[in-house]
């Protein structure tokens, strides 16, 4: 499956942006998705993921301020992000498990879109 991510570019802190992924394959709904990010010079990081019946788990970072979703009838997940903090800037990346699971390891994912910018000024 292909992942396709947009959405980013470069916000104000407090500010919002909505996160998109689109996949190529029929069988999306049965797919566990996720985001993870990664910043300049630190490790890729695991910020929220969905499982195939729709629980959701998140970072304690984001919690409160990033929604993860998905529209299966239209093969994609989104990442809805108020109150963005610098702090946030990074290469967002979404990410696909076949098990259908939410998990936080990005070694449990089978397939990675692209990724795309998010910068937060202050």
């Known amino acids: 499956v292909q992942l396709q991510a947009s959405g980013g570019g470069l916000v104000q802190g407090g500010g919002s942006l909505r996160l998109s992924c689109a996949a190529s394959s029929r069988t999306f709904s049965v797919y566990g998705m996720a985001w993870f990010r990664q910043a300049p010079g630190k490790e890729r990081e695991f910020v929220a993921a969905?499982?195939?019946?729709?629980?959701?788990i998140y970072a304690d970072s984001v919690k409160g301020r990033f929604t993860i979703s998905r529209d299966n009838t239209k093969n994609t997940q989104y990442l809805q992000m108020n109150n963005l903090k610098p702090e946030d800037t990074a290469v967002y990346y979404c990410?696909?498990?076949?098990?259908?699971?939410?998990?936080?390891?990005?070694?449990?994912?089978?397939?990675w879109g692209q990724g795309t910018q998010v910068t937060v000024s202050s």
């Open positions: 969905i499982s195939q019946s729709g629980s959701t």
């Open positions: 990410a696909a498990n076949y098990g259908g699971y939410a998990t936080r390891g990005h070694s449990t994912y089978d397939y």
